[in-house]
């Protein structure tokens, strides 16, 4: 009987199974410690068997094949916290009499470009928080059974929400306990690694408020039981502080922007609610804004320096997806540091903190014998600076370099994206509080 090759499109065409060596100037095995200089790491398969100066190279590994880059930096392949992997879909249609018969299909192969795009950034690990149909899900197992070549997937398939709320026309809108414990379980049922909740109102969704919360903290608490339960993690998009607060006390373990949007819309941020959520070790993004610095008075301006200092563990969850194109991946690296965020912290947020955040603590984000060899080579030293990672000589995922797609430069401030979502935001913003000054809901 014939057996099925499938074809192999965009990686390595070498066996997974032959073991290599990578060298470079430096490894930095781990952000936050010193790099190794005339490094090397030895793959076997799809994990990393040893790390160490070439010098100290086994005997047993003398004879591998080996690739090396002088001048370079070797470092943990980087991880996206927070995409939306099929939002490509909703910017583009296809062309044709009726475009709606095509939606799922067209979520999917809009997240593949997606992931693709991301990887070719060297982002290694994806975390979806978002993603309607079950896309990343799919696009997970797709990667995972050599279907495509991408990057690791981590799938919360669509966002938990209340009838109306943010998100809702993703598709796991849910008013009850009752209706939470199904929709988990479903969730469960078709695969995901964790559940994604929207504790607030958004900014994209008409006629949802951010600085208001959607769901109890009974609620909320609930989820995260059903979640934990099943071996899942959880985060929440949440903007306004009332949200934030809820979401901390049912015990969620990561907040998605963060942005202490108070009831008058204006950012205040509560102190004491910080230290809380650093003290739990609850994960936090604040997204990088498109433009720096901020626009006056705006609510997704990074508090990241403030939370950091403070002790939250700060995650590289840039929302690509609702950023576009997912090369602003790296610009958002970039913006963590203007905004005041140490550079090697920028990198523990984007490999180890961000790992820890995705459930892949002791698989991914470290360079280390037993985890998976995911990692990226920089032609400069990022430690010097961010720039480096905007020119990469390799990306190694899962033992297997990945061959990457041109990649569709970000163009921060004058993007069409980037320019519509800051208007977008503006706008809706100016608009609630409008509402708000129309109809008071504490008339004075
Ligand atoms: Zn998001």
Redesign the pocket.
């Known amino acids: 009987m014939p057996s099925l090759t499938l074809p192999d499109p965009g990686l390595d065409p070498l066996p997974s199974a032959t073991p290599r060596i990578v060298s470079a100037a430096r490894v930095i095995l781990a952000a936050g410690e010193p790099p190794v200089a005339d490094g090397a790491v030895v793959i076997d398969g799809r994990h990393i068997v040893w790390t160490g100066p070439g010098s100290q190279l086994p005997h047993d590994y003398a004879d591998l094949p080996r690739t090396d880059h002088p001048g370079a930096t070797i470092l943990p392949g980087l991880i996206e916290t ?3 992997l099929g939002s490509y879909a909703s910017r583009l249609t296809p062309d044709v009499p009726d475009p709606s018969r095509h939606r799922a299909a067209w979520t999917a192969l809009s997240s593949v470009a997606t992931a693709r795009q991301l990887a070719s950034v060297g982002v290694t690990t994806v975390q979806s ?2 993603s309607p149909y079950f896309a990343d899900v799919a696009l997970r197992e797709a990667i995972a059974t050599g279907l495509g070549a991408g990057p690791r997937i981590v799938a919360a398939g669509p ?1 938990l929400t209340t009838t109306g709320g943010h ?1 809702w026309s993703n598709g796991a809108e849910v008013d009850s306990v009752t209706d939470i414990r199904r929709a988990v379980r479903r969730h469960h049922k078709a695969g995901t690694d964790l559940i994604k909740v929207m504790a607030t109102g ?1 900014f994209m969704t008409a006629r949802t408020d951010p600085w208001k919360a959607q769901f109890t903290t009974e609620e909320l608490r609930v989820l995260v039981e059903e979640a934990h339960r099943l071996g899942k993690h959880t985060a929440a ?1 949440a903007h306004g502080t009332e949200g934030i607060r809820r979401a901390v006390d049912a015990g969620v373990d990561y907040i ?2 963060a942005s202490f949007i108070g009831e008058d819309g204006r950012t205040d941020v509560d102190l004491e609610l910080i230290d809380r959520i650093a003290e739990r070790g609850i994960f936090v993004d604040t ?1 990088s804004p498109p433009t720096r610095p901020p626009v006056e008075g705006e609510t997704i301006s990074p508090r990241a320096a403030e939370l950091f200092q403070r002790g939250v563990r700060l995650v590289t ?1 840039h ?1 690509i ?2 950023v576009l194109p997912p090369s602003a991946y790296t610009f958002g690296l970039k913006q963590l540091e203007a905004s005041g965020l140490p550079r090697v912290e920028v990198l523990r947020a984007a490999t180890s903190t961000a790992a820890a955040a995705a459930g892949l603590a002791g698989v991914a984000g470290v360079l280390a014998p037993g985890y998976s060899a995911d990692l990226i080579v920089a032609a400069g030293d990022p430690l010097a600076d961010l720039s480096a990672l905007d020119s990469l000589l390799e990306i190694v995922i899962a033992g297997r370099t990945f061959r990457p797609d041109p990649v569709i430069p970000y163009v921060p401030g004058s993007g069409r994206h980037a320019v519509d979502r800051t208007q977008d935001l503006r706008a809706a913003r100016g608009e609630a509080l409008e509402r708000r000054r129309r109809h008071p809901v504490h008339p004075a």
Do not use: K, N, R, S
């Open positions: 927070h995409a939306h928080l978002g966002q998100a958004g998009h998605a922007h997204c969850g929302d997806g609702a």
